[in-house]
């Protein structure tokens, strides 16, 4: 007897032409159908959900069974090369005090062995967590810090409560020698179970719409101005930083899908102790998919625990690529540098 085994993978959602987003991330299906001679057909439906961090399809399930971590790491020259930002699903590139940078990673689809270099807790923190909850890794803090993040509901894993899934490699000097365990941070458990979506999304293989873009240059102050240019090969965007392909410890280039560059205000200005940038109220962004720029603007409130909301410029939401998306927290005053 012969059996015809056909596999329609969510084609309902392409041929439909919608988008998917908080909504619909569990609802992907993929429909076996099994035909034989001595039999009429048959149809078993297997659910697909969606990661709700990164809007991909997962066959494993597993981004449906745990929180969001995110991770606080350090990203100065001394901190270099990195490790597990290839796998996050999210990353917020934020200002701290003196005008140096630092990435906040967010990690739910995939869990890196080896996470870090881990540094301190900054007040921005506190704003990108709290809709989230889930788990906060971090080295410490000054306690106006500490106490920003106790507000947010998360919970907090430090180098000292850590044990073992925080670590320090001897062969570095501190305090740029401190990484996470990915598994092991996992491990402390947190809520909600899955975290809610930040985004939303194009339909299976639709490309964005907007003018064309090749290069993106995001002036964060001082050595710490990133460069974005566009990978025809790989369909994402290869990150330059302090004039050099950002290569990850293990020897992956840093590459995301998409790059939403927000205007946002630190309060107590930019680069001073208790600055953090304000992501409350509203303001303009810039966002790079695929190789296109779509400008708009963000909305959260009035509750911290509100999700972001993106809108382009003629009111739709912004539909990103499904993958990994950077969010660049940008001074308002400044505003992304494009190359056609």
Same mark, same amino acid.
Request: proline share 9%.
């Given at each position: @007897?012969?059996?015809?085994?056909?596999?329609?993978?969510? /084609?309902?959602?392409?041929?439909?032409?919608?988008?998917?987003?908080?909504?619909?991330?569990?609802?992907?299906?993929?429909?076996?159908?099994?035909?034989?001679? @001595?039999?009429? /057909?048959?149809?078993?439906?297997?659910?697909?959900?969606v990661a709700p961090l990164s809007g991909k399809l997962d066959a494993t399930r597993l981004s449906i069974t745990?929180?969001?971590?995110?991770?606080?790491?350090?990203?100065?020259?001394?901190?270099?090369?990195?490790?597990?930002?290839?796998? /996050?699903?999210?990353?917020?590139?934020?200002?701290?005090?003196?005008?140096?940078?630092?990435?906040?990673?967010?990690?739910?689809?995939?869990?890196?062995?080896?996470?870090?270099?881990?540094?301190?807790?900054?007040?921005?923190?506190?704003?990108?967590?709290?809709?989230?909850?889930?788990?906060?890794?971090?080295?410490?803090?000054?306690?106006?810090a500490i106490n920003s993040i106790r507000q947010s509901p998360t919970r907090l894993i430090t180098e000292t409560?850590?044990?073992?899934?925080?670590?320090?490699?001897?062969?570095?000097?501190?305090?740029?020698?401190?990484?996470?365990?990915?598994?092991?941070?996992?491990?402390?458990?947190?809520?909600?179970?899955?975290?809610?979506?930040?985004?939303?999304?194009?339909?299976?293989?639709?490309?964005?719409?907007?003018?064309?873009?090749?290069?993106?240059?995001?002036?964060?102050?001082?050595?710490?101005?990133?460069?974005?240019?566009?990978?025809? #090969?790989?369909?994402?965007?290869?990150? #330059?930083?302090?004039?050099?392909?950002?290569?990850?410890? !293990?020897?992956?280039?840093?590459?995301?899908?998409?790059?939403?560059? @927000?205007?946002?205000?630190?309060?107590?200005?930019?680069? !001073?102790?208790?600055?953090?940038?304000?992501?409350?109220?509203?303001?303009?962004?810039? /966002?790079?998919?695929?190789?296109?720029?779509?400008?708009?603007?963000?909305?959260?409130?009035?509750?911290?625990?509100?999700?972001?909301?993106?809108? #382009?410029?003629?009111?739709?939401?912004?539909?990103? #690529?499904?993958?990994?998306?950077?969010?660049?927290?940008?001074?308002?005053?400044?505003?992304?540098?494009?190359?056609?």
């Amino acid at each position: @007897m012969k059996k015809i085994v056909v596999l329609l993978l969510v /084609a309902f959602i392409a041929a439909a032409g919608v988008y998917y987003g908080p909504s619909l991330r569990h609802k992907f299906l993929a429909t076996a159908t099994t035909t034989t001679s @001595m039999a009429p /057909a048959t149809t078993t439906t297997v659910p697909f959900p969606v990661a709700p961090l990164s809007g991909k399809l997962d066959a494993t399930r597993l981004s449906i069974t745990r929180p969001s971590l995110l991770v606080k790491i350090e990203n100065t020259p001394d901190s270099l090369p990195q490790w597990g930002i290839d796998q /996050a699903d999210v990353v917020y590139e934020e200002i701290v005090n003196g005008g140096i940078t630092r990435l906040a990673a967010i990690f739910n689809s995939q869990v890196p062995v080896k996470i870090g270099p881990v540094r301190s807790v900054r007040p921005t923190d506190a704003q990108i967590v709290w809709p989230l909850g889930g788990l906060f890794a971090f080295s410490g803090g000054a306690q106006y810090a500490i106490n920003s993040i106790r507000q947010s509901p998360t919970r907090l894993i430090t180098e000292t409560s850590a044990r073992s899934a925080m670590f320090r490699d001897h062969h570095l000097y501190a305090p740029h020698n401190l990484f996470g365990r990915g598994a092991l941070l996992f491990a402390f458990r947190g809520t909600p179970i899955p975290p809610p979506a930040l985004f939303q999304y194009l339909p299976l293989k639709q490309k964005g719409t907007g003018h064309t873009v090749s290069k993106v240059v995001v002036p964060f102050p001082s050595i710490y101005p990133v460069t974005w240019t566009w990978n025809k #090969t790989t369909k994402s965007w290869d990150r #330059t930083l302090f004039g050099r392909a950002d290569i990850t410890g !293990t020897g992956v280039r840093e590459s995301p899908q998409n790059i939403i560059v @927000m205007n946002v205000v630190y309060v107590h200005g930019v680069g !001073t102790m208790a600055s953090y940038a304000n992501l409350q109220g509203k303001g303009n962004f810039e /966002a790079f998919v695929n190789d296109k720029e779509v400008d708009g603007t963000w909305s959260r409130g009035p509750s911290k625990s509100d999700v972001i909301q993106y809108k #382009t410029a003629s009111g739709t939401p912004l539909l990103l #690529t499904p993958g990994q998306t950077w969010v660049e927290l940008l001074d308002a005053p400044y505003r992304p540098r494009v190359t056609p």
